[in-house]
């Protein structure tokens, strides 16, 4: 979604600081109104990037002021210097916007191992500053991206006491995605008023059917991290009880953005042309479900031939085989391709066509179902095929 938007209480600014390349703008900055709130989850990644440690060190002592943003470097596997270099861009930031370097959140995307320049950090925070605005979403968006084609936006509306309310994102990642626990990076914020506890419980409800729920390659990012704001300048009652009314439409608004996003972030997947729904049912648990889901997602095998269009239904066949399933009764299975059953009865459907497999094989989206015959639950993935594009991308990233 790119239409217009703004979050009052919330202000963004831009600017180049020349990080990777002199020709973009490569950092933001993210004004949170005072009084209020924050909510967020970071990647499970081992080596963790310097910026996010920071973050969460900050976090725990305050609620943040200001997000500081930067594109081209990733600040990860550097070390001590890494996390010097992050603190250091944060008492930047605080001494040119007169808050505590501890109110502010560092983040970082881009290339993994080499130091972050603070220096030209330093000479475009105070642009950035000057060029804050509510309604620097869409700049933003562009600023945060790395090898992403286009930004991505999403908002929602609602109301509360006849009172309208909007919760927008932004979001940037197409590699290294396979989140555990958010994206990329994903900036949400929201005017409604909301108590701490209930904004990070609508956050982490809100990640596991989106962010958490797509994969482009199978690697998860070092820097992933995403954050949820209220600012409470809509003038509408603090949501205080989960139970309420205006929390489940608060919650369900932030879902709908984290949905959009992670679906964006999919659909421009490295070299992506295709986007395709995994859904896995009639599983055991939900475990179940996702290990058959993550194991045809990411097959190469499958990947490329969605990529050539090629109803090659044997590699679907072959990825639910392999899957970490015990005791899975084959005879019990069925694979289709939207409307199109593939395998039945342990073999090909007898009412199978290859050209009925073509036409759904031909579309730029669609969804591949299992069910497996063993349980009630289900689950679903998204995710995208496997170009010649992605391997070119990979392998210039850093030349």
């Given at each position: ?106 983040f970082s995307t881009g290339v993994i191992g080499i130091n972050l320049p603070v220096e030209k950090m330093a ?29 991505k936006l999403a908002t929602s509306h609602f109301e509360i006491d006849g009172v309208g309310v ?234």
């Amino acid at each position: 979604m790119t239409e217009k938007v703004s979050i009052t209480g919330i202000r963004l600014g831009v600017a180049v600081a020349g990080i990777k390349t002199t020709d973009r703008k490569d950092l933001v900055v993210v004004e949170l109104a005072e009084g209020g709130s924050c909510a967020a989850v970071f990647t499970r990644n081992a080596f963790c990037a310097a910026p996010v440690h920071v973050a969460k060190s900050h976090l725990q002592k305050n609620t943040p002021r200001y997000l500081l943003i930067n594109s081209g470097n990733a600040n990860a596997g550097t070390g001590e210097q890494g996390m010097q270099d992050a603190e250091s861009s944060c008492r930047l930031l605080a001494e040119a916007a007169g808050c505590k370097a501890e109110e502010i959140l560092p983040f970082s995307t881009g290339v993994i191992g080499i130091n972050l320049p603070v220096e030209k950090m330093a000479l475009a925070i105070p642009a950035a500053l000057v060029d804050m605005k509510e309604s620097g979403w869409e700049q933003a968006a562009e600023a945060i991206m790395t090898t992403d084609t286009r930004p991505k936006l999403a908002t929602s509306h609602f109301e509360i006491d006849g009172v309208g309310v909007s919760v927008t994102g932004m979001a940037k990642g197409s590699g290294m995605i396979r989140p555990d626990m958010a994206t990329m990076l994903a900036y949400l914020a929201t005017d409604a008023a909301v108590a701490p506890e209930l904004l990070q419980s609508a956050l982490n409800v809100a990640v596991e059917p989106s962010f958490n729920s797509i994969t482009v390659d199978g690697d998860t990012s070092t820097n992933d991290a995403c954050i949820l704001l209220a600012s409470g300048s809509a003038g509408t009652p603090p949501i205080i009880d989960q139970g309420s009314e205006a929390y489940r439409k608060f919650s369900t608004a932030v879902s709908e953005v984290c949905l959009a996003l992670a679906r964006e972030i999919v659909r421009d997947g490295e070299g992506a042309t295709k986007l395709v729904e995994v859904l896995v049912e009639e599983a055991n648990d939900v475990a179940e479900a996702r290990e058959v889901a993550y194991t045809i997602a990411h097959s190469p095998l499958v990947k490329t031939a969605l990529f050539a269009s090629d109803p090659n239904w044997g590699r679907i066949l072959a990825a639910v085989g392999r899957a970490d399933i015990p005791q899975l009764d084959i005879d019990r299975v069925e694979i289709w391709l939207d409307e199109v059953c593939i395998v039945r009865d342990g073999g090909r459907a007898g009412d199978y066509t290859e050209a009925a497999g073509q036409s759904v094989m031909d579309r730029s989206e669609f969804t591949i179902r299992i069910k497996l015959g063993r349980g009630s639950v289900s689950s679903r993935i998204l995710t995208c095929d496997l170009s010649y594009d992605y391997v070119k991308i990979n392998a210039e990233y850093r030349t």
